[in-house]
Structures are given as C-alpha cells and as structure tokens.
C-alpha cells in the first residue's frame, strides 16, 4: 500500500489491497479486520464504510490505516490495536494484561443465566475465578439481574482492567473484583453458605501445545490466562475438583470452560474427586465441541 500509484485509494480500494495482503501474511479475520482497523483509521462505524466505498480518506487517515496494518501483520491482534472486543454483545476493554473474550466462552455465560432466570425470585451468588477482563462475570451481571457476582483473578494488572470494564456497564453494585488465587477468598467475600454458583474460563493449554499456538496469541496474549507453567492443561480442573466445595454450598453448580479435547479428562478428574455429580456439557449453536462441563457438589 504506496501513495505512488496513480488510482485513488478509496475506501474500497484499501479494503480489497488489505484483505489480499492479510491473507498472504495468514491475519486472523481477513476482511473483518481490514474492516475494523480501516473504521478506527477514519473515526466512524464500520457500516459507513459501505457508504463510503468510493470516498478516498484523508492523507493522515491513511497514514493511521497504514500503521495499524503493519502492526496487525506482525499479528498484534485485532483487538489489542481496537482496543476492545465484543463479548455476548457487550464492547469490553482489552489490553495486553488480559486474555481476549472468545465466542466459544459465551456458552459459559449462557448456561449460568439459564440457571439464574430458571428461579427469577432467588437471588444468586456467582464466583468468577480468573475472570481476566471480567466478560464473564460482567455478562452475566448485566442481564442477570438477580445475580451477584465476585470476580478473582490473580494479577493487579488484570484487575485494573476489569475494573474499568464494571464501571463501562454499570454494574459496580453487582460485581465485586478481588485479587485472590483459586478459591481462596478473603472470607468478607465468601457467604456464609457458599455461593449458589462458580464460574471459570481457567488456563487449560499445556505447555507443549503452547509452542504451537499461533504467533497472534503465544507472542501477544498473557501467558498466565492461558498455560499453567510445565503443565498438562488441566491443573486448575484438579485444584478447582479439589478446593471449589470449600466456598459452594451444597448442590451449588461449578461450570467450567474446556479445551475443545478434554472433556473426557475433565469429567475424570471430577469424578475421582468423590464430591461431584456430573450433570451436562454445553456449547454454542453452531460449535462441534462441548465447551462447558457442568457439575454439582454433592
């Protein structure tokens, strides 16, 4: 993309160059992303770019466009040069200190306001471990309204992140953020009979896949969310199988989001703990895997 060619670059111009050469440099999203970052280069909604396919933007608007495209070649994902990412239809904030909302997670949210609007009467206490950007735990506040949620997450960083994403949605009345590992609360933050529900989206890559994610998450996207340090992908199920019935009350509900191969193992682990029954998986229309196991404490 050079300013020494003699065809005007038009918004559909750029569009179709960047979507060719993000397909030889294999970007995530292709179109999508041209779209998204040609949108934040000009300030406007991406739907006015089709009204404006044959306005040519500014010099400095190309110049934005231009470096934004360089970045995402060298897959700087999407969202990290946005800003933000759309989750269960909420815009939150990402940054580098937080793992970006995917769709398959939207399943885990689905199931945990099901189970909210199941007894609208009842009020419902969530813990959301690891909960990142707080999409998850957020999500569910925002149209859970008989929810309360506790949100933990090991690291400040992240949490300074979630904090803002509560006060972009309003739900700062419902949402709690703690630094805290696992399950282990301070106890003003535990009730006294345990929470009705826990929630988690935890690290299940192992170490050896991680070298084979693709640059755009193993050289971007934080370590911790994803790979527990030398293992196999299923630590956090183990410890949360072991410690979750510390703080969940009985026949409350654990879900837990699953790589796409490890449901079998999940249900193992949970099953040998002794202090789980199994009640159902789910997933998102459309996905081939079950992305949450659902389990009640006994």
């Known amino acids: 993309m050079t300013e020494t060619s003699r065809e005007s670059w038009t918004v559909g111009r750029l569009l179709e160059w960047t979507t060719d050469w993000f397909k030889q440099k294999d970007v995530e999203g292709g179109r999508l992303a041209a779209e998204l970052l040609l949108a934040r280069a000009m300030n406007c909604p991406k739907i006015e770019l089709y009204t404006r396919y044959h306005v040519e933007p500014t010099p400095q608007q190309r110049d ?3 470096e934004l495209v360089s970045r995402a070649s060298e ?19 990402v940054t580098p200190a937080v793992l970006i909302p995917r769709p398959e997670t939207e399943a885990i949210v689905q199931r945990a306001i099901e189970l909210c609007r199941q007894l609208p ?6 813990l959301d471990v690891g909960t990142g950007s707080g999409c998850i735990a957020i999500a569910i506040a925002y149209y859970a309204d008989n929810a309360s949620v506790i949100a933990s997450d090991l690291s400040a960083g992240t949490l300074e992140v979630a904090t803002q994403n509560v006060d972009r949605h309003q739900v700062s009345d419902r949402v709690r953020l703690v630094e805290a590992d696992c399950v282990t609360l301070p106890q003003e933050f535990i009730p006294d009979d345990g ?4 929630v988690s989206n935890p690290p299940y890559i192992s170490s050896r896949q991680w070298s084979e994610l693709p640059p755009n998450v193993r050289d971007y996207e934080p370590k911790i ?10 630590v956090m199920y183990r410890r949360l199988a072991a410690e979750a019935p510390e703080v969940l009350k009985k026949r409350g509900r654990l879900l837990v989001e699953l790589g796409y191969d490890q449901h079998t193992a ?3 682990i949970f099953e040998n703990a002794g202090r789980w029954n199994y009640i ?3 997933r998102n229309t459309g996905d081939v895997y079950d992305r949450v196991a659902e389990f009640e404490l006994r």
């Open 121 to 126: 009467d009842r009020h419902w206490r969530i």
């Open 266 to 268: 999940v249900l193992e």
């Open 225 to 234: 969310a994803l790979v527990m340090e030398d293992g196999d992908g299923l």
């Open 64 to 66: 934005a466009f231009r």
């Open 195 to 198: 929470f009705d529900i826990i």
């Open 75 to 93: 897959h700087t994902p999407i969202a990290y040069l946005l800003g933000s990412r759309e989750f269960y239809s909420l815009d939150f904030l």
């Open 280 to 282: 159902d998986s789910h």
